[in-house]
């Protein structure tokens, strides 16, 4: 065999076996945890979320609104970027944002032609057409790049913001279309470490008791629920 040739599968065996043990040695520190009763990565714990042994994990976070009105498009994108609004996040320490979504906005998918400057924002400019989900694609994606938690809210029923009668849902958008959205936005981003709020829309004082039927989801886990039947929801495949 040729020296080079040789040089070559030594370097690939010796990435390999590094692989390998990286992930033995992960595989190991679960199998530990797990022994001690400790889930791997974030769990919770009395009420709070905690990383390995317990160690409290704090989410300090800001709302990035404009998803959930009839312009449908993440605010101040015609004149800055999502790499900027990421940095502005690192900079002030903060590790989440919540996205407001509107039921209508979300299973329309309409198409964006204002609202974003696609040649500031690179990672936009490779879309032919730009969707309403693709623009939700690209920023969950740039966020988990800044390792930043994006949180998924149904904020409205409607872009356009008619009142409610207290509730999650409405005459026009049923308990059934409320799951369907669900369903729709964890099929869609299932296998991005991404979190999803199920909070019932503002105004939502007669909320309570009501959200049995979010809990048939098979992809969404519950696990809580606040004051006014709030309920967080993790996106996963568990």
């Known amino acids: 065999m040729p020296p080079k040739q040789r040089r070559v599968l030594i370097l690939v065996g010796s990435l390999i076996a590094i692989a390998a043990v990286v992930l033995l040695w992960s595989t190991i520190q679960n199998i530990v945890l797990r022994i001690q009763g400790i889930p791997p990565g974030l769990w919770s714990h009395n009420g709070k979320l905690v990383i390995g042994k317990r160690v409290p ?26 790499v900027h609004i990421l940095k502005f996040a690192t900079d002030n320490d ?21 609202g974003v400057d696609t040649l500031a924002n690179v990672e936009l400019s490779h879309e032919s057409s730009l969707s309403y989900l693709g623009l939700l694609d690209a920023v969950i994606d740039e966020s988990a790049k800044a390792n930043k938690i994006i949180l998924l809210d149904l904020h409205r029923l409607t872009a356009k913001h008619t009142k409610l009668g207290g509730l999650w849902y409405s005459e026009e958008v049923s308990e059934d279309d409320v799951v369907k959205f669900w369903e729709t936005v964890c099929d869609r981003f299932k296998g991005k470490w991404t979190f999803s709020v199920l909070i019932s829309p503002t105004n939502h004082t007669k909320a309570c008791g009501t959200l049995q039927k979010a809990r048939t989801i098979g992809v969404v886990r519950l696990v809580g629920f606040q004051t006014c039947c709030t309920a967080d929801a993790r996106i996963g495949s568990s």
């Open 94 to 114: 903060f590790n989440a944002i919540r996205v407001p979504l509107a039921y209508d906005n979300v299973m329309r998918n309409p198409d964006i032609f204002n």
């Open 57 to 82: 994990f704090f989410i300090k976070g800001f709302s990035w609104y404009g998803m959930e009105e009839e312009g449908h498009v993440f605010g101040g994108l015609i004149r800055t970027t999502i």
